[in-house]
């Protein structure tokens, strides 16, 4: 599961853009897209200038004043994913854009580049901090928090598990249950493989059920769902294989697996995108 971090941008803008554009970091630009701007750092400065400069009535070129830290332009996320999550460079990319789309919103500006010229592959975003509605987007321990949250949501729609805790022992099963997760010896350890394996297609949770079902599973609906592998003597509840298995997790799951497959990336040709760049050169 990756870590996320962010960083005020108060000047400099346009260079933050260009290093996480490099195309040297992003396997020749391939690994970069953008919401409602340009996806090079010339354009996407110029875009992100012009909707800040609209609706905060500032420059934002502004300098850094002499007493103060001054305004915020932009902010800087990194989503840095560890070496043991196996995770290829494509795949990190689309998590990118779906983590974009969710916690920002598609009225938001923002540039996303995947950089893999490290041992872990890392996502970079620069957000304006006005959308494209005007909405003002603010930066602090509590959005960091709750953005930190949603990325592992989303990551948990593309198979990324969670870290567990220092001792080994994820938080919501007990020592017994673990050790058998980890030999992948019990019946809630193949009913989780088969749930996650199915989560990476179905199209909702009612479809996800009804899989099982046809794979032999028994399926107890009501007020809690209830299942049990072929063999297995007595059913579980869903909930108790863990936080991330309850209907609520996997309807999120199943909801952003395919999210951000509608950002811009700059090697794919769009005529929406050309003549956004004709509009925004006229003006």
Not at 25 to 38: F, G, I, Q, R, Y
Not at 75 to 93: G, M, R, T, V, W
Not at 203 to 231: C, F, M, Q
Request: overall charge positive; hydrophobic content about 35%; charged content about 30%.
């Amino acid at each position: 599961m990756p870590f996320v971090k962010s960083k005020s941008i108060r000047t400099t803008v346009q260079r933050s853009l260009a290093y996480i554009l490099n195309p040297e970091k992003t396997d020749d630009l391939v690994l970069t897209s953008s919401l409602n701007c340009l996806t090079e750092p010339e354009g996407a400065y110029y875009n992100m200038k012009m909707v800040y400069e609209r609706f905060s009535g500032k420059s934002f070129d502004e300098p850094i004043p002499k007493s103060g830290k001054g305004r915020v332009k932009a902010i800087h996320y990194i989503q840095s994913f560890d070496p043991k999550d196996n995770i290829s460079p494509e795949l990190a990319h689309r998590i990118g854009k779906a983590f974009a789309l969710k916690v920002f919103g598609k009225d938001s500006q923002v540039v996303i580049a995947t950089h893999v010229d490290k041992e872990h592959i890392h996502t970079h975003f620069i957000v304006n901090t006005y959308g494209v509605d005007g909405h003002k987007f603010n930066d602090n321990k509590e959005t960091l928090r709750k953005i930190r949250e949603e990325s592992d949501r989303v990551c948990l729609a593309f198979g990324i598990k969670p870290i567990e805790s220092k001792l080994g022992v994820s938080q919501n099963i007990d020592y017994n249950e673990w050790e058998h997760k980890r030999r992948g010896s019990s019946w809630k350890e193949k009913i989780r493989r088969e749930i996650d394996r199915l989560v990476g297609w179905v199209k909702n949770v009612d479809e996800l059920l009804a899989e099982l079902e046809h794979l032999g599973y028994t399926i107890k609906r009501g007020k809690y769902i209830s299942v049990k592998a072929p063999d297995q003597q007595r059913a579980v509840r869903i909930k108790t294989l863990g936080e991330n298995y309850t209907v609520e997790q996997l309807a999120s799951r199943i909801l952003w697996r395919d999210v951000g497959a509608g950002l811009s990336n700059p090697c794919e040709k769009s005529a929406l995108r050309d003549k956004y760049s004709e509009t925004i050169g006229s003006v």
